[in-house]
């Protein structure tokens, strides 16, 4: 499975704001196995997944396309 650099922005975001995993699940209602796989910046997990850990931190997610159009994403 390929990594990615946004499992290390999600786990530094949750460190900095001092949440737990556990605590994570309780904002985002995402268990904290796919947390963790989140956080080890794997990409086997949703895209809604995903978008409801970042929202629940506060992380803003956009994508660029080759028109140069941006959209953010949220749950």
Same mark, same amino acid.
Request: charged fraction near 25%; charge should be positive; include cysteine.
């Given at each position: 499975?390929?990594?990615n650099?946004?499992?290390?922005l ?5 460190k900095a704001?001092k949440?737990s995993?556990f605590?994570?699940?309780d904002?985002? *209602? @995402?268990?904290?196995?796919v947390?963790?796989? $989140?956080?080890?910046?794997r990409t ?9 850990v970042?929202?629940s931190? *506060? @992380?803003?997610v956009?994508c660029?396309?080759? $028109? ?5 994403l949220h749950?």
């Amino acid at each position: 499975m390929k990594k990615n650099p946004l499992g290390h922005l999600i786990k530094s975001t949750r460190k900095a704001q001092k949440i737990s995993q556990f605590e994570l699940r309780d904002l985002s *209602g @995402i268990s904290p196995s796919v947390i963790y796989k $989140l956080e080890q910046g794997r990409t086997d997990v949703t895209l809604s997944s995903l978008l409801a850990v970042a929202d629940s931190l *506060g @992380i803003r997610v956009t994508c660029n396309s080759p $028109l140069g159009e941006e959209i953010e994403l949220h749950e």
